[in-house]
């Protein structure tokens, strides 16, 4: 079956725009965590949903960021203002809902660069 | 406070060697713990998985990890390293809800 996709896989943007990520996650996960992978800061926890909610919003670095989850499917991460240390390698993982036991499901991330 | 911290960020060992990469969690409540690998250019996926049954957990391509309350460690580890091991390797913890923070990494380096 389908794996998590996300949307554009690059995006190039200069500082000050905003930027919308998008993720589908795996059919039927209810489960979604966003990610960041910057070099030699593994991945960053930014925030996780299940179904519509989203019990910790704790990583987001500032309130430039916001993510939104809809049907209970697609996310879009959206990140207003960008600037250069935003640069990074965003990644979406899903989740079945089998619990604390249950493995992510990765999807192959968006690299933003801010120019 | 919740953490993992994996040692290391770099690590080589010779081809047939033993691979150890460590990991070590803070948490107040018994956790859900995972490795997963990330080749080269490609995506994270799961080697292993500790879920609170048997201590020691089997997982893909050879390695193994050993869960460790008293050291609240979960190691990685595989007998005899092989090139194709090479790749960047991440601790996963789940603590009480469903939150599931990373460590930073440990990129395996192997020496032909």
């Known amino acids: 079956g389908a794996g998590v996709s996300q949307s554009p896989s690059n995006k190039v943007t200069e500082k000050g725009k905003d930027v919308e990520l998008r993720c589908d996650p795996i059919?039927?996960?209810?489960?979604l965590y966003w990610y960041r992978q910057s070099l030699g800061q593994g991945l960053e926890f930014l925030i996780y949903?299940?179904?519509?909610?989203?019990?910790?919003k704790s990583g987001l670095p500032s309130d430039r960021f916001s993510a939104e989850r809809t049907g209970g499917s697609v996310s879009t991460l959206t990140i207003q203002r960008t600037q250069q240390e935003d640069s990074a390698v965003y990644l979406c993982?899903?989740?079945?809902?089998?619990?604390?036991?249950?493995?992510?499901?990765f999807g192959p991330g968006t690299r933003l660069t801010v120019t | 406070a919740q953490s993992v911290t994996q040692l290391g960020s770099h690590v080589s060992v010779s081809e047939g060697a033993l691979v150890l990469l460590r990991c070590n969690y803070s948490?107040?409540?018994?956790?859900?713990l995972f490795w997963y690998v990330q080749y080269p250019n490609q995506g994270l996926q799961l080697l292993l998985k500790?879920?609170?049954?048997?201590?020691l957990v089997k997982g893909i391509n050879g390695f193994e990890a050993e869960f460790k309350k008293s050291e609240t460690s979960f190691h990685l580890t595989k007998p005899s390293a092989h090139m194709s091991d090479a790749a960047e390797y991440f601790c996963?913890?789940?603590?009480?809800?469903?939150?599931?923070?990373f460590g930073k990494g440990t990129r395996l380096h192997i020496l032909p």
């Open positions: 059919s039927g996960h209810t489960a």
């Open positions: 996963a913890v789940s603590f009480r809800d469903d939150k599931i923070i």
């Open positions: 500790y879920t609170s049954a048997a201590t």
């Open positions: 948490s107040s409540v018994p956790p859900y």
């Open positions: 949903f299940q179904g519509n909610s989203a019990p910790d």
């Open positions: 993982a899903s989740r079945p809902t089998s619990g604390r036991t249950g493995e992510q499901y």
